[in-house]
């Protein structure tokens, strides 16, 4: 991915097709904070391993999943959770 506006497009594209998902989720799983949503860690996990596919891509090491998980707390509660999410994501392919 070329650039920040690209990565953060396709990383809400692999968001939004794993948040297609969350009716076939419904369990509750471990996650870091205890239990949680099945779709959430799902979610999670997807925009983990496209980040570190990108950062492969760029020549990059592997992203720790507590980036992703960061990310994921920073857009927590803003109004475009989604692309929030993503373009924080999109700032790790890069970095």
Known sequence: MSNLR???????AALTAAQEQRGQRPNLVGGPDGPEC???A????????TVNAAR??????PAPIEAIINAELQAVGHSDYS????Y?????VSQ
């Open 6 to 12: 690209e990565s953060t497009d396709a990383l809400l």
């Open 38 to 40: 099945e779709w959430a």
């Open 56 to 61: 492969s891509e760029n020549g990059l090491p």
């Open 88 to 92: 924080l994501c999109a700032e790790l």
């Open 83 to 86: 692309r929030k999410f993503a």
């Open 42 to 49: 799902f979610e999670r996990a997807t925009m983990h391993k």
